[in-house]
């Protein structure tokens, strides 16, 4: 059985940093492609950053220069760090999992974890 669990929650002042942290059981995340995705109330769940079973990276344009993706294969865990924060990213944040390669499509990804709630806020 796959699972997906979050942490990192938490609320942050703007320009602060956050790291997530995504745990997965059930596969090993270096021959999957693992993604972050953030749903904001109100508002679509968006793609922010994927990583390819080949370590390669992707990032949505809002978040480039501020956020990182990358994991661990010995712990099978995937990060998020988060620099200069903005209260729009603001949200819940999602790890999911498919199949080789990320993608920014939420429908593509067979795994998703509970979700982590985000607040960036004075």
């Known amino acids: 059985q796959v699972q997906l669990v979050e942490s990192g929650e938490g609320l942050v002042q703007p320009g602060g940093s956050l790291r997530l942290s995504c745990v997965a059981s059930g596969l090993g995340i270096r021959s999957f492609g693992m993604g972050w995705f953030r749903q904001a109330p109100g508002k679509e769940r968006e793609f922010i950053a994927g990583i390819h079973w080949s370590a390669a990276t992707t990032y949505a344009d809002s978040v480039k220069g501020r956020f990182t993706i990358s994991r661990d294969n010995v712990k099978n865990t995937v990060y998020l760090q988060m620099n200069s924060l903005k209260p729009e990213d603001t949200a819940v944040y999602y790890c999911?999992?498919?199949?080789?390669?990320?993608?920014?499509?939420?429908?593509?990804?067979?795994?998703w974890g509970q979700g982590t709630q985000v607040t960036v806020s004075s």
């Open positions: 999911a999992a498919r199949g080789s390669y990320t993608s920014v499509n939420s429908a593509a990804y067979a795994y």
